[in-house]
Protein backbone atom coordinates (compact mmCIF):
# COMPACT_ATOMS: atom_id res chain seq x y z
CA UNK A 1 0.00 0.00 0.00
CA UNK A 2 0.97 3.51 -0.87
CA UNK A 3 1.00 6.58 1.07
CA UNK A 4 1.35 10.14 -0.56
CA UNK A 5 2.13 13.06 1.11
CA UNK A 6 2.68 16.29 -0.63
CA UNK A 7 5.12 14.60 -3.36
CA UNK A 8 6.59 11.68 -1.98
CA UNK A 9 5.07 7.81 -1.76
CA UNK A 10 6.09 5.89 1.04
CA UNK A 11 5.04 2.18 0.80
CA UNK A 12 4.26 -0.86 3.07
CA UNK A 13 6.05 -4.21 2.64
CA UNK A 14 4.98 -5.74 -0.51
CA UNK A 15 2.67 -9.34 0.29
CA UNK A 16 2.32 -11.99 -2.20
CA UNK A 17 -1.33 -12.40 -2.99
CA UNK A 18 -1.02 -15.42 -5.45
CA UNK A 19 0.89 -16.63 -8.54
CA UNK A 20 -0.24 -15.91 -11.79
CA UNK A 21 1.26 -15.74 -15.33
CA UNK A 22 -0.47 -12.66 -16.81
CA UNK A 23 -0.04 -10.61 -19.63
CA UNK A 24 -1.97 -7.32 -18.76
CA UNK A 25 -3.28 -6.62 -15.65
CA UNK A 26 -5.65 -4.42 -14.66
CA UNK A 27 -6.47 -2.65 -11.34
CA UNK A 28 -10.17 -0.45 -10.79
CA UNK A 29 -11.21 1.80 -7.58
CA UNK A 30 -14.63 0.73 -6.74
CA UNK A 31 -14.21 3.10 -3.43
CA UNK A 32 -12.16 4.17 -0.59
CA UNK A 33 -12.37 0.45 0.83
CA UNK A 34 -12.73 -1.28 -2.16
CA UNK A 35 -11.03 -2.18 -5.83
CA UNK A 36 -11.36 -5.03 -8.55
CA UNK A 37 -8.03 -6.69 -9.81
CA UNK A 38 -8.08 -8.04 -13.58
CA UNK A 39 -5.75 -9.84 -15.59
CA UNK A 40 -5.25 -12.36 -18.43
CA UNK A 41 -3.37 -15.17 -18.67
CA UNK A 42 -2.20 -15.33 -22.11
CA UNK A 43 -1.25 -18.30 -24.06
CA UNK A 44 1.31 -18.74 -27.00
CA UNK A 45 2.39 -15.49 -26.53
CA UNK A 46 -0.77 -13.54 -27.85
CA UNK A 47 -2.81 -11.35 -25.88
CA UNK A 48 -5.77 -13.48 -25.77
CA UNK A 49 -6.12 -15.82 -23.05
CA UNK A 50 -8.30 -16.44 -19.81
CA UNK A 51 -9.45 -12.70 -17.73
CA UNK A 52 -9.62 -13.27 -14.38
CA UNK A 53 -10.75 -11.23 -11.88
CA UNK A 54 -10.56 -10.68 -8.03
CA UNK A 55 -12.04 -8.27 -5.48
CA UNK A 56 -9.83 -6.25 -3.07
CA UNK A 57 -10.35 -4.50 0.15
CA UNK A 58 -8.47 -2.29 2.17
CA UNK A 59 -8.57 -1.64 6.27
CA UNK A 60 -5.78 0.12 6.78
CA UNK A 61 -2.46 -0.94 5.29
CA UNK A 62 -4.03 -4.78 5.06
CA UNK A 63 -5.16 -5.82 1.55
CA UNK A 64 -7.27 -8.71 1.46
CA UNK A 65 -7.88 -10.26 -1.52
CA UNK A 66 -11.33 -12.46 -2.57
CA UNK A 67 -11.80 -15.57 -4.00
CA UNK A 68 -11.82 -15.72 -7.61
CA UNK A 69 -14.75 -14.63 -9.90
CA UNK A 70 -15.40 -16.96 -12.61
CA UNK A 71 -13.25 -16.33 -16.00
CA UNK A 72 -13.81 -15.79 -19.68
CA UNK A 73 -11.90 -17.63 -22.08
CA UNK A 74 -10.49 -16.88 -25.41
CA UNK A 75 -10.76 -12.92 -24.52
CA UNK A 76 -8.80 -10.39 -25.30
CA UNK A 77 -9.41 -7.27 -22.38
CA UNK A 78 -10.39 -3.87 -23.41
CA UNK A 79 -11.17 -1.52 -20.91
CA UNK A 80 -12.62 -1.30 -17.94
CA UNK A 81 -14.20 1.83 -15.86
CA UNK A 82 -15.83 2.35 -12.45
CA UNK A 83 -20.05 2.53 -12.74
CA UNK A 84 -20.37 2.65 -8.57
CA UNK A 85 -18.88 1.39 -5.54
CA UNK A 86 -19.76 -1.82 -6.38
CA UNK A 87 -19.76 -2.49 -10.17
CA UNK A 88 -17.62 -2.02 -12.88
CA UNK A 89 -18.25 -2.26 -16.66
CA UNK A 90 -16.07 -4.17 -18.35
CA UNK A 91 -15.22 -4.64 -22.87
CA UNK A 92 -13.97 -7.86 -24.29
CA UNK A 93 -13.31 -9.02 -27.49
CA UNK A 94 -13.60 -12.63 -29.21
CA UNK A 95 -13.28 -14.49 -32.17
CA UNK A 96 -16.88 -13.69 -32.66
CA UNK A 97 -17.87 -10.35 -31.28
CA UNK A 98 -17.07 -7.41 -29.13
CA UNK A 99 -18.98 -7.65 -25.38
CA UNK A 100 -19.64 -5.85 -22.54
CA UNK A 101 -20.13 -7.12 -18.81
CA UNK A 102 -21.12 -5.66 -15.93
CA UNK A 103 -18.59 -6.81 -12.99
CA UNK A 104 -19.81 -6.74 -9.16
CA UNK A 105 -17.79 -7.17 -6.12
CA UNK A 106 -19.50 -6.58 -2.94
CA UNK A 107 -16.46 -6.07 -0.85
CA UNK A 108 -16.75 -9.61 0.71
CA UNK A 109 -17.19 -12.92 -2.10
CA UNK A 110 -15.58 -12.96 -5.28
CA UNK A 111 -16.62 -10.63 -8.02
CA UNK A 112 -19.87 -12.01 -10.37
CA UNK A 113 -19.74 -11.43 -13.85
CA UNK A 114 -23.05 -9.86 -15.32
CA UNK A 115 -24.96 -11.14 -18.83
CA UNK A 116 -22.82 -10.35 -22.04
CA UNK A 117 -24.22 -7.66 -24.37
CA UNK A 118 -23.04 -7.60 -27.64
CA UNK A 119 -22.12 -4.45 -29.85
CA UNK A 120 -24.92 -3.94 -32.37
CA UNK A 121 -22.97 -4.92 -35.75
CA UNK A 122 -19.56 -5.60 -34.13
CA UNK A 123 -17.19 -8.87 -35.15
CA UNK A 124 -13.73 -8.95 -33.11
CA UNK A 125 -10.95 -10.36 -34.38
CA UNK A 126 -7.30 -9.47 -32.59
CA UNK A 127 -6.63 -6.01 -33.26
CA UNK A 128 -9.91 -4.75 -32.56
CA UNK A 129 -10.56 -2.23 -29.16
CA UNK A 130 -13.32 -1.04 -27.49
CA UNK A 131 -13.58 1.96 -25.06
CA UNK A 132 -15.53 3.04 -22.59
CA UNK A 133 -16.03 6.16 -20.71
CA UNK A 134 -18.69 7.02 -18.11
CA UNK A 135 -21.21 9.08 -18.38
CA UNK A 136 -23.11 8.90 -15.13
CA UNK A 137 -23.53 5.31 -13.23
CA UNK A 138 -25.92 3.97 -15.31
CA UNK A 139 -24.60 5.12 -19.01
CA UNK A 140 -21.46 4.87 -20.87
CA UNK A 141 -20.38 6.12 -23.85
CA UNK A 142 -18.19 3.26 -25.98
CA UNK A 143 -15.89 3.69 -28.93
CA UNK A 144 -14.48 0.52 -30.99
CA UNK A 145 -13.33 0.25 -34.14
CA UNK A 146 -15.35 -2.46 -36.65
CA UNK A 147 -14.06 -4.32 -39.75
CA UNK A 148 -14.20 -1.88 -41.78
CA UNK A 149 -11.89 0.51 -39.39
CA UNK A 150 -14.38 3.15 -38.58
CA UNK A 151 -15.34 3.95 -35.15
CA UNK A 152 -19.19 3.18 -34.28
CA UNK A 153 -20.30 5.22 -30.83
CA UNK A 154 -22.57 3.42 -28.78
CA UNK A 155 -24.51 6.14 -25.83
Sequence with gaps: VGTISGGSI???????MFTATAYKVWLTRL???????NYISATGGDVSGTISSY?????GSTVTQSAAGSTLTSSIFCDIVRLDSTRAMVSYVTTTNTYLRVLTYNGASAPTWGTAASLIGSSAFSDRTAAITLVDTDKVVV????????????I
Aim: glycine share 4%.
Design 10 to 16: SWTSPTL
Design 31 to 37: SDTAAIL
Design 55 to 59: GLTLS
Design 143 to 154: FYTDPDNTIPIF
